[in-house]
């Protein structure tokens, strides 16, 4: 039976590696028979902004980036983040409430947190 797994990311890809690390691997988990959500808090969003590939990491989230989205792999982000970020609609966005996204979290069978 599948695992539902969900991918945590909060650590602002500004300062650290770690944002765009959590993006290849949740694009590596997507090849699996586990069904995977991408969670994207804080400014970690930045990383499906439309200045994406502006960030430190750009050249790396150029690989990556455009397979998420051809992929249609779920990205979930707090309401009103499409004011806060210029995101990128090519993307599989769901807008949810801080609720939601805990109730999502809690649900999951494995989180990867990063």
């Known amino acids: 039976m599948p695992k539902n797994l969900v991918i945590l990311i909060r650590e ?10 959590a993006m290849r691997i949740a694009l590596g988990l997507s090849t ?3 069904p995977i959500k991408i969670v994207l808090l804080e400014n ?5 902004s439309d200045d994406a590939f502006d960030l430190p990491d750009g050249e790396t989230l150029e690989k990556y980036l455009p397979v998420i ?4 792999l779920p990205i979930v982000v707090p309401i009103g983040s499409g ?12 807008e949810s409430t801080p609720s939601q ?8 069978d494995r989180v990867l947190t990063f």
């Open 32 to 34: 699996g028979s586990n």
């Open 83 to 94: 004011k806060t970020f210029s995101l990128d609609q090519g993307f599989t966005i769901q």
């Open 69 to 72: 989205k051809n992929l249609e």
């Open 101 to 108: 996204i805990a109730s999502l979290i809690s649900q999951a």
């Open 44 to 48: 970690s969003r930045q990383l499906i």
């Open 12 to 21: 602002d890809p500004t300062h650290t590696h770690r944002a765009s690390e």
